[in-house]
Nanobody, 121 residues
Framework: QVQLVESGGGLVQAGGSLRLSCAVSGSIISINAMGWYRQAPGKQRELVAV???????NYADSVKGRFTISRDNAKNTVYLQMNSLKPEDTAVYYCSADVMPYRNNYYYKNWGQGTQITVSS
């Protein structure tokens, strides 16, 4: 069974920084893309950033230049460094990982439990 455990959420003032971490554990053959999504109250979940297994990142336009996604393949962990935070960044942030479980030939998208980020003005 695959588990994604997030950490690093919380309350921060506008202009501040936070760093999220998400560790993947379980019986895994490999991990492909890893990413971060967010969902604000009354809104749909949206992609924030994604990173390929080779380390190539892509960002939503709203976070470009402020957020940085990275991964440590040895630790099966993805990070999101968030700088210059704005009140509109307030949301529940979810990590995702496309995982090939043990004894499987396909990648399945798995989700973390979500962590609240609140940016006060």
């Amino acid at each position: 069974q695959v588990q994604l455990v997030e950490s690093g959420g919380g309350l921060v003032q506008a202009g501040g920084s936070l760093r999220l971490s998400c560790a993947v554990s379980g019986s895994i053959i490999s991990i492909n893309a890893m990413g971060w999504y967010r969902q604000a109250p009354g809104k749909q979940r949206e992609l924030v950033a994604v990173i390929t297994s080779g380390g190539s990142p892509n960002y939503a336009d709203s976070v470009k230049g402020r957020f940085t996604i990275s991964r440590d393949n040895a630790k099966n962990t993805v990070y999101l460094q968030m700088n210059s935070l704005k009140p509109e960044d307030t949301a529940v942030y979810y990590c995702s990982a496309d995982v090939m479980p043990y004894r499987n030939n396909y990648y399945y998208k798995n989700w973390g439990q979500g962590t609240q980020i609140t940016v006060s003005s």
